[in-house]
């Protein structure tokens, strides 16, 4: 079953870790993906393995000019652009007390304004396309706050709104806008961090491979009636305190 047969895509992040499975399970579905990164050497190794309907471009999310090249590849030679997978994030910590201006100012660059910057360069070859689907990569830190976490928090919760604004803005073009929250995601970015499952209902980290799954599907014609919403996709964390019950067990009557 090809669920993304003829569609054109550009995945930024797609060098490893969630973007990577998201290129592959797109390619796989007979998309043709160009791959965005800063790490070219990672990138281009993957589009290699990927075959012929991968290609690779670098792409600094912050910067306006890349984001434009960028699209005329993946558009071309149509000038239509089908899929936008605004994936690429990065972390920094600290305690709103100690954390720095340049740190903040280096999340909300990529985070934020790396999905501004490439849904306003990629608008209008999405209308040319008049099916366009638009997934921003959010966070489940763009629902529940975190401590030590001020940069990405405020960051993510930022691109669940600036997701619904496109969402009603662009829906008269047929260009589809939508939010994936993931929660803990076993990537390279989260390598090395204590990543605590106790409190998560399934009692385990997720695997790129399952966002990847809810990205494909917020891209193709099985979305067709989905925009401007938010799909979290994090082991039951969100639904509340697992594991923990209240009370102990129910007292016998």
């Known amino acids: 079953m090809a669920r993304a047969s003829g569609r054109t895509a550009l995945v930024t992040g797609a060098a490893r870790g969630i973007g990577a499975a998201i290129a592959e399970r797109l390619i796989s579905e007979g998309a043709r ?20 309907s991968a290609s690779y471009v670098h792409l600094d999310v912050t910067d306006r000019a890349q984001w434009a090249e960028a699209v005329v590849q993946a558009s071309a030679p149509s000038g239509a652009l089908d899929i936008l997978v605004n994936n ?40 040319a396309s008049g099916n366009a689907s638009v997934v921003n990569v959010s966070s489940i830190a763009g629902i529940k706050g975190y401590e030590a976490l001020p940069g990405y928090t405020a960051s993510k919760f930022a691109v669940t709104g ?40 399934l009692n385990r980290v997720g695997r790129p491979e399952e966002i990847a799954e809810l990205v494909l599907y917020l891209s193709g014609a099985e979305s067709s009636f989905v925009t401007g919403a938010q799909f979290v996709i994090d082991g039951g964390e969100t639904a509340g305190l697992a594991h923990h019950p209240v009370g102990g067990p129910r007292a016998e009557s």
Request: with cysteine; net charge negative.
């Open 33 to 52: 993906v160009v791959l965005a990164d800063v790490l070219d050497e990672d990138g281009t190794a993957l589009a290699g393995r990927l075959g012929d």
């Open 88 to 127: 690429a994030g990065i972390v920094n910590f600290g305690s709103i007390d100690e954390y720095s201006y340049e740190q903040w100012e280096q999340v909300i660059n990529v985070n934020l304004n790396g999905v501004f910057n490439g849904i306003k360069a990629a608008i209008p070859a999405l209308k």
């Open 162 to 201: 600036l997701t619904k604004c496109a969402a009603l803005d662009l829906a008269p073009y047929g260009v589809r806008v939508n939010s994936v929250h993931p929660g803990a995601v076993l990537t390279p970015m989260t390598e090395g961090l204590a990543l605590t499952t106790s409190h998560v209902a």
